[in-house]
């Protein structure tokens, strides 16, 4: 149980197009979902929280116009690099939590954005 | 706010010799504690995690972790290991109140033959 997929898994795109990162829980319902990104070699930087019905909260310096984040429902969150550029370019892994005590985060597999 | 630190960056071991990658973690309160492997260009997999009672926590793959209240510690150990537990692993911290994890910068584990 508590598997989280993402779609599409890499994805290349042209400068200043826009591109949608789906992100589902696929025998949960997440309250919470999360969205991180990784660069080469480090760690994961939180970007920002969704619950599902409201606005999402983004992480201080995280440009929200930017990454435009919606959580339509309780098993799907969509992030969209809009406007994208080479600095895009980046690992984006999405998480999802149950909402009880306890913090755990199932995270999904990742989508690599290549952006030329 | 909580924060984690793994001191080690990189750990080469040999197969089939014990592992020990450290975490130290600051939280003023009891923590929620995890640690989770990445395989390149793949998701966290959760090893195992630390809410509260027993100290030492078993996992999976045979990985264990020791909470040390006195340490602020939570270093995970794998008594001998297997070429495929090269990966990068991240120990993470939560706190009661707040459902965000902050990671550590991870240990990059490479093992040989």
């Known amino acids: 149980g508590a598997v989280v997929s993402q779609h599409p898994s890499w994805v290349i795109c042209k400068s200043g197009t826009s591109v949608k990162i789906e992100c589902r829980s696929l025998?949960?319902?997440?309250?919470?979902m999360f969205w991180y990104r990784q660069f080469p070699k480090q760690s994961l930087m939180l970007m920002a929280t969704s619950n599902e019905g409201s606005k999402a909260t983004y992480e201080q310096g995280v440009e929200k116009d930017k990454f435009l984040i919606n959580h339509a429902s309780l098993t799907l969150s969509t992030l969209t690099v809009t406007s994208a550029h080479p600095e895009d370019s980046s690992f984006y892994i999405c998480?999802?939590?149950?909402?009880?005590?306890?913090?755990?985060?199932?995270f999904g597999p990742g989508t690599r954005l290549t952006v030329l | 706010a909580q924060s984690v630190t793994q001191p080690d960056i990189h750990i080469t071991v040999s197969e089939g010799a014990s592992l020990e990658l450290r975490c130290n973690y600051s939280?003023?309160?009891?923590?929620?504690l995890f640690w989770y492997v990445q395989s390149p260009g793949q998701g966290l997999q959760l090893l195992l995690k630390y809410f509260s009672g027993d100290t030492l926590v078993q996992g999976i793959k045979g990985f264990e972790a020791e909470f040390k209240r006195s340490q602020s510690s939570f270093n995970l150990r794998k008594p001998s290991v297997h070429w495929s537990d090269a990966a990068e692993y991240f120990c993470?911290?939560?706190?009661?109140?707040?459902?965000?994890?902050?990671f550590g910068a991870g240990t990059t584990v490479t093992v040989r033959a």
């Open positions: 025998d949960f319902q997440a309250t919470t």
């Open positions: 998480s999802a939590s149950l909402g009880t005590g306890g913090n755990e985060q199932f």
């Open positions: 993470a911290v939560g706190a009661l109140d707040d459902y965000k994890l902050s």
């Open positions: 939280y003023g309160a009891t923590p929620y």
